[in-house]
């Protein structure tokens, strides 16, 4: 039997069992395209996210070890490192060195590169940024005038940097000299003199690097610090004074690596004292890859930078049209600002004036500043204002301003903020006896 359907009026022959075709219209095309991007849009978004965090994570979590590495040896050596870090203290804790150093930082790291440069920043934090010191905060190295020193005790030393990386020629058989490849000479691989320079030590600075030994099997590791005294470019040869193991797994060497010290995480101590009391308050700062440049210390002039109560939006102090503190009247400032249950609130957003001698600092959220005038560590919850070369910018911090840089009864601009960058976490130690 056929069936005959009509379209515009013309009779269309099909049997029982065809079918229609089956498809989609660009529309339904065009909304799977845009649904399927917006998916692919959002996983890609969070690639980059993921990296930061896991950043951020690293950075806390060597952070952090590293503060527990700082009050250990702060529990050690109380008056060393925090009490008497010049070494002028009596055994009786004298009221004149007290008073003189109320307010300082410990810094063996800042002191020693600022020794270096020869602007003679070393006993100060802060300067007007054309190597003149700031005068509020002093800069102690703990008896730590070495850089040596200064590593083994305020940094973190986990980092170093490959300079060469090859299989070497031979071993001699007292196991205390390698043969550098000549093919990694010729072709450049590896520059000996260049690294004979790294590796030779300034007079008091930290040993040149080291060299990783590799095995037969290239799964056991011997490891020997060296100086450019140890290499001899001349005769391709890297030697040292403690031969390798006589085991039989280094008569021949499946690897070696040349590697320099490059510690990334660092620390300062900040020291908040009383006078005639053997009690302090001690903040660990950690940095990494900090820039020990006299200008990332430069002192920055603030406006508002005022420990105070501000009324809330109500306009009034305390709660509005309650006599807070009964005493016949309401809403007026003494007495009543702050009261609980009021919308007061506590100055936590200034600005600051760019110091002209150095480039504008790059502020961001969650960097650090530095009150040189009360000695105390803020985080920046906020910066507004600030377009490229503004020579100011307001900033809002994540806690209320504890004591205060400019005069209470007006706004003058005054010198005494740090903007300091690379500061990873500041940690409160709380207060410290010894």
């Known amino acids: 039997m056929k069936i005959f359907r009509f379209k515009s009026g013309q009779p269309v022959l099909r049997t029982p069992g065809s079918q229609q075709r089956a498809g989609v219209t660009l529309m339904e ?162 520059n000996l003199d260049e690294v004979s320079q790294i590796f030779t030590p300034a007079t008091g600075s930290a040993v040149g690097g080291r060299i990783l030994i590799y095995d037969t099997t290239g799964k056991q590791i011997q490891e020997r610090f060296i100086t450019g005294a140890n290499i001899n470019s001349g005769a391709a040869t890297i030697s040292f004074s403690d031969p390798l193991p006589n085991n039989g797994l280094y008569d021949s060497i499946s690897k070696i690596r040349l590697e320099t010290l490059d510690p990334q995480y660092s620390y300062l101590l900040t020291v908040r004292r009383s006078i005639a009391s053997d009690i302090a308050s001690v903040d660990v700062v950690v940095f990494f890859r900090r820039n020990f440049s006299p200008e990332f210390e430069a002192v920055h002039e603030v406006e508002n930078f005022v420990a105070q109560w501000l009324p809330g939006p109500d306009g009034d102090w305390g709660i509005s049209g309650v006599d807070d503190d009964n005493d016949g009247s309401t809403d007026e400032q003494a007495g009543e600002q702050g009261a609980a249950g009021s919308d007061d609130y506590r100055r936590r957003a200034f600005r600051v004036r760019f110091n002209t001698n150095v480039d504008p600092p790059n502020l961001k959220r969650g960097g650090y500043v530095f009150d040189t005038i009360n000695a105390r560590w803020y985080r920046i919850q906020k910066v507004d204002n600030y377009p490229i070369g503004s020579p100011t910018a307001d900033i809002t911090l994540d806690q209320p301003i504890i004591q205060s840089i400019n005069p209470s009864a007006d706004d003058t601009p005054a010198p005494g903020l740090i903007l300091m960058p690379h500061v990873v976490q500041v940690y409160p130690l709380g207060n410290k006896t010894r």
């Open 29 to 190: 095309v065009l909304m799977s395209v845009m649904i399927m991007s917006i998916g692919v849009v959002s996983l890609a978004s969070l690639f980059p996210i993921s990296i930061l965090r896991g950043v951020q994570a690293t950075q806390l979590t060597n952070a952090t070890v590293l503060r527990y590495n700082a009050e250990a040896l702060i529990d050690s050596f109380p008056t060393h490192f925090v009490f008497d870090p010049d070494g002028t203290l009596n055994a009786n804790g004298h009221i004149a060195h007290q008073r003189a150093n109320r307010k300082y930082v410990v810094d063996p790291l800042g002191a020693y590169y600022a020794s270096l440069d020869g602007t003679g920043l070393e006993a100060r934090f802060g300067n007007d940024g054309s190597s003149s010191p700031f005068p509020n905060i002093r800069r102690f190295n703990a008896g730590l005038t070495t850089q040596l020193q200064a590593l083994n005790f305020f940094t973190q030393q986990d980092s170093w940097d490959e300079l060469y990386s090859g299989i070497p020629a031979a071993i001699n058989g007292a196991r205390d000299t390698v043969t550098i490849d000549a093919n990694d000479i010729a072709s450049g691989v590896v």
